[in-house]
C-alpha cells in the first residue's frame, strides 16, 4: 500500500515569507508526528497528533511554527515569516495505534526547506 | 531528559567486513530503543527495535542490536557489510508514551568496494 507521502519535496523561501507543508499518512492511521532534521543532525521532535488532537507540541521551535490536522488525516505544518534558522528537512510520521511506542512509526520522505 | 549519543559521525567499512555501530542513551525508566536507516531521498526506514526481554534482537537486512543496560548501550551490528548498506543510521529512545522520538545525531556509513 501506499506509505507516508510529503509535499512538496523541496521548498525554497525567501526570508520573511510563510511556507505550508503537506502530510499525507498513511490511511487509518491515527497518530502522526512532525520533526525537523537540520542539516548533519538527526530529526528532532516538533509535535504529535491523535486524530485531529494536538497532544504534544512542545518540540515547536517559536510561535511561528503552526501545525494542525483538522480532519484526522491530512496534516499541515505552517511556518510563518520564515527566518533562516529554519532550513531543514521536515519529515512526517505515522503510526497505527493511538498511543505507546510499540508500533512502528512510518516516515515519509520529508521536505527539503531552504530559506535564503 | 532523555538523550542520545552516536560517538561515531563517519565510518568506513570494506565490504564483507563486520559491523558496529555505537549508541549510548539517557533514560531514566526502561528504554524503548530504535535504530533507523536512511538512505539520501529516502524517508527513515525501522531497521529493528527493543522493549522487553531478549536482550538481542535481530532485524531486517541482516542487522542485529544488543541492549547493555549496565553500559546504557545499544550497539548495532552486521556480520558482513554489502555495499548496499553504505547510508546513515540513527539510534533513537521512545518515551513511555511513545509520542516522542528523541533520535542520535546520527552515524555515516561508508562501504569500500
Redesign the interface.
Known sequence: GA??SQSPRYKVAKRGQDVALRCDPISGHV?L?W?QQAL??????LT?FQNEAQ??KS?LPSDRFFAERPEGSVSTLKIQRTQQEDSAVY?C?S?LDG????????????TRLTVL | AQS?T?PDIHITVSEGASLELRCNYSYGATP?LFW?VQSP??????LL?Y?SGDTLVQGIKGFEAEFKRSQSSFNLRKPSVHWSDAAEY?C?V?????????????TRLMVKP
Do not use: H, I, W
Not at chain 1, 498511543?99 to 520529508?110: D, L, M, R, S
Not at chain 2, 531521498?41 to 525501522?46: E, V
Not at chain 2, 521512545?94 to 546520527?106: P, S
Open positions: 506509505g507516508v497518530s508526528f520533526y548533519g543532525q538527526g530529526p528532532e521532535f504529535y497532544l504534544d518540540g519529515l510520521a503510526r498511543a505507546g511506542p510499540y508500533n512502528e512509526q512510518f516516515f515519509g520522505p520529508g | 542520545v552516536q524503548y533507523y531521498g529516502q524517508g527513515l526506514q525501522l527495535k522493549f540513527f533513537a521512545a518515551n513511555n508514551a511513545g509520542n516522542m522520538l528523541t533520535f542520535g545525531g546520527g
